[in-house]
């Protein structure tokens, strides 16, 4: 069976970083995009960020613009995002994805999802 | 307020239907069929329900169906069953920076 596995969330501070990643297994990692998408609290998901089948083209949320950075590793079929700056906001469990496993189609939907790993971004 | 608008909340009696809406724009729901559904527990992942527009992956039961009318995605669940109870959350692509919208989610409740 298909599986994502989130890891590296926790409490941090305001204006602090957190590393998350994300291992693949039982499908070839690198013939898909990869999201990140968030849930705050009580409130709905959020897309956060993807990221191309050889990490050459990647897109942001506007509120994590500047501040997040995703990015993968094929040969270790892993998925990451690199979060600075963070903020209360922030606050959230954050889910990884499966997506679009054509190149030129940037998003279409998303299939397969891990269970979640949770951030909280406070003093 | 989320970029694609949905209902609060639907209800239904086991075995009756209902259809949740989600209202976008020409530049989402609009202008691709890049709409998806999902379902979430409470306390658990979403799960892909509906894929552009009208689409179900393999293991999803054919009571949940998908359609599209201009601006607007509907999802319909047929035969209610008490396990449906979930939120559902609609998604479309964006042409835009923003690429990717959710909806606000709709709670369905099983009477």
């Known amino acids: 069976e298909v599986h994502l596995v989130e890891s590296g969330g926790g409490l941090v501070q305001p204006g602090g970083s957190l590393r998350l990643s994300c291992a693949a297994s039982?499908?070839?990692?690198?013939?898909?995009?990869m999201n990140w998408v968030r849930q705050a609290p009580g409130k709905g998901l959020e897309w956060v960020a993807n990221?191309?089948?050889?990490?050459?083209?990647?897109y942001y949320v506007d509120s994590v613009k500047g501040r997040f950075t995703i990015s993968r590793d094929n040969a270790k079929s892993s998925l990451y995002v690199q979060m600075n700056s963070l903020r209360a906001e922030d606050t959230a469990v954050y889910y990884c994805?499966?997506?679009?496993?054509?190149?030129?189609?940037?998003?279409?939907?998303?299939?397969?999802w891990g269970k979640g790993t949770t951030v909280t971004v406070s003093s | 307020q989320s970029a694609l608008t949905q209902p609060a909340s639907v209800s239904g009696s086991p075995g009756q239907s209902i259809t949740i809406s989600c209202t976008g724009t020409?530049?989402?729901?609009?202008?691709?069929?890049?709409v998806s559904w999902y379902q979430q527990h409470p306390g658990k992942a979403p799960k892909l329900m509906i894929y552009?527009?009208?689409n179900r992956p393999s293991g999803v039961s054919s009571r949940f169906s998908g359609s599209k009318s201009d601006n607007t995605a509907s999802l319909t669940i047929s035969g209610l069953q008490a396990e449906d109870e979930a939120d559902y959350y609609c998604?479309?692509?964006?042409?835009?920076?923003?690429?990717?919208?959710f909806g606000g989610g709709t709670k369905l409740t099983v009477l």
């Open positions: 998604s479309s692509y964006r042409s835009s920076s923003t690429l990717v919208v």
């Open positions: 552009e527009v009208s």
């Open positions: 039982r499908f070839t990692f690198s013939s898909y995009w």
């Open positions: 020409s530049s989402d729901v609009g202008g691709y069929n890049y």
């Open positions: 994805a499966r997506g679009s496993s054509l190149t030129w189609l940037t998003f279409n939907f998303m299939d397969v």
């Open positions: 990221i191309k089948q050889d990490g050459s083209e990647k």
